[in-house]
């Protein structure tokens, strides 16, 4: 299965769409989208050029939407919101927590940990899994890029109980593109660029 993830688009039309056609010329299977796809009311088909590609479109929020805002963008666009429940593709299970440990539309660590687990619980079987969320793990590289308390322990939590093969992550704009390794998952910040992966 191939995986286009994405985030942080604050509105900007012009990047879903060159996103969308990147989709498109690597042939992804699905599309993921890890949350600050809107800022303030540019929701305005923000998810449409992926949905006239007839591409499968998962999304979660991110702190600059509510997870409202996100419910709503998937139903208008045919999308799917993944905060708090788990879907599966072939043998890969993916499931996801929306927003961050900041801001207006924050959430504790307990409710991201708690969140992560109640959708790993549905797909726990598969052999294959994906965690999406908007902010990155607190005790990573990544993390040390930005403010320690802008990573979440929550996020870092169930990196260890849960064990994803893959995190797609964001929030952190300095560390767009940044892999890395914590435990046997792979850590993925997605960034607004976009990243492709076979799983």
Known sequence: MRILGAADFH?????????A??????KADLVILCGDLIEDDSADNIIKPFTDKQQKVLLISGNHESIAAADFLATLNDAKHLHGYSVRYEDVGI??????????????????FDTLKRGHDRIAYLKKKLMVTHVHPRYSKMAGLGRPEWGSIGVSKAIKELQPDILFCSHL????????????????NVGKEGKIIDL
């Open 21 to 26: 056609d990147k989709a498109e010329r690597e």
């Open 173 to 188: 704009h300095e560390a767009e593109g940044i892999e890395e390794k914590i435990g046997r998952t792979r850590v993925i």
């Open 11 to 19: 509105g900007d039309k012009s990047l879903a769409e060159k996103l």
């Open 95 to 112: 499931f996801g927590c929306g927003s961050a440990n900041v801001g207006i539309h924050g959430l504790t660590e307990d409710e991201i």
